[in-house]
């Protein structure tokens, strides 16, 4: 280090104040925003009270704010170095919640810290968009365009997806095939590859359907047909939706909604949290939430479309797509378009390892905005 500055592979590059000015305040508003707006609905769910969510999430949200800033000053290079190893940690932990993991609700997807209980199917989902990210950056389009070159990453993403599905957790399996699928086509995979991928996975339905849970089964069918079972499988998305419609234009008010404090509405302090908010602000309140998203998705694909390298690029857009999953996945599953799977909103339901991937993936799309101008070669030498 020389005068303030840190040098990194024999270049000058910016002190921590002068990263600091550069964090894209604008997205950070944004994120504080709908964390605000997160708190004031599990304050809503506890009828009025900081416990036993809101209290704990607001020191969440102020943990990972720090832990996100705190990645987002990471030079981009190094988390380029260090894309495959944080891969292998999250593959080994998911291995180790295989075997001697704490079991809830029953499933078994958490390691217990004693502070926190950790999901590290949930911390993959970043993971995987960084080791990809750092693979397709290695290559051009015609390396891209051989079949043989996306075994690797394939195995990439179906080995921890078919981790996660046996704990089970088919929402948060289908969240990472869904991201690794949009980062193949971010990286220049051509269309016919996805063509015949999803001719096969067709083809592979009937098998997929013998594995399935009981209870993962139940969801699906109640899905295509609610009313079979209203008082069981089909219990959460027929009262969410009656929720939803109940709230109409302008909402019934701020803890007011009566399906969800006269507790018909089931998991509304996580899951369904977005139909709560529904209930209480209306058509009106929900579509401002989603300009608020959008707003998020729009300075996500600005900040990837102004790294000078292919790295960064691909890192904000598999970190933006993995957040409108979320946000898609969660608001279709409670307004009845698509079965429910169990994936949280983003920065407004309550979790803990939820809350810290999302952050983590904000930290990593600053990082990319901060080091923006940075020269990366294929290989990760400075250019």
């Not at 508003?29 to 607001?58: D, H, T």
């Not at 704990?167 to 969240?175: E, I, K, R, V």
Request: aromatic content about 10%.
């Amino acid at each position: 280090m020389a005068d303030g500055r840190f040098f990194f592979g024999g270049r000058m590059h910016l002190t921590v104040p002068e990263k600091l000015l550069r964090l894209n305040w604008g997205l950070v508003l944004l994120i504080a925003l709908v964390g605000g707006i997160g708190l004031a609905m599990l304050y809503s769910a506890a009828n009025g009270s900081w416990q036993p969510w809101a209290g704990k999430q607001s020191i969440r949200l102020g943990v990972a704010a720090c832990i996100m800033i705190a990645v987002a000053l990471v030079d981009i290079r190094v988390w380029l170095r260090l894309a495959y190893p944080v891969y292998a940690l999250m593959l080994v932990l998911l291995v180790g919640v295989g075997m001697r993991g704490a079991v809830g609700m029953g499933a078994q997807r958490w390691i217990d810290l004693g502070v926190i209980q950790l999901q590290p199917s949930e911390l993959m989902k970043v993971a995987l968009v960084l080791a990809l990210a750092r693979y397709f950056h290695a290559l051009d389009l015609e390396r891209i365009g051989r079949p043989w070159r996306l075994i690797v990453p394939a195995a990439m993403v179906l080995i921890p997806a078919g981790l996660v599905l046996k704990q089970p957790d088919l929402g948060t399996a289908l969240m990472l095939v869904l991201g690794g699928a949009a980062m193949f086509f971010l990286g220049g995979v051509r269309w016919w590859m996805f063509v015949f991928v999803g001719a096969a996975g067709g083809g592979a339905v009937p098998l997929i359907w013998r594995h399935l849970r009981d209870y993962q089964r139940a969801r699906i069918l109640s899905f295509l047909n609610p009313e079979s079972d209203p008082l069981g499988a089909g219990y959460h998305g027929l009262q969410s939706k009656i929720a939803i419609g109940s709230g109409g234009e302008f909402g019934k008010g701020f803890m007011a909604g009566t399906q969800a404090h006269l507790n018909f509405l089931p998991e509304k302090q996580t899951d369904f949290v977005f139909t709560m908010f529904a209930e209480e602000f209306g058509l009106l309140g929900g579509v401002t939430l989603l300009v608020i998203y959008l707003l998020i998705f729009v300075y996500g694909f600005a900040i990837a479309f102004s790294s000078r390298n292919n790295f960064g690029r691909l890192l904000a857009l598999g970190i933006t797509t993995n957040f409108a999953l979320y946000v898609v996945i969660n608001m279709a599953m409670v307004m009845g378009l698509i079965p429910i799977v169990g994936v949280p909103l983003p920065l407004v339901s309550y979790g803990g390892t939820a809350m810290l991937t999302i952050m983590l993936g904000f930290g990593l799309l600053m990082s990319v905005y901060i080091h923006r101008d940075a020269r990366i070669g294929r290989h990760g030498e400075e250019e």
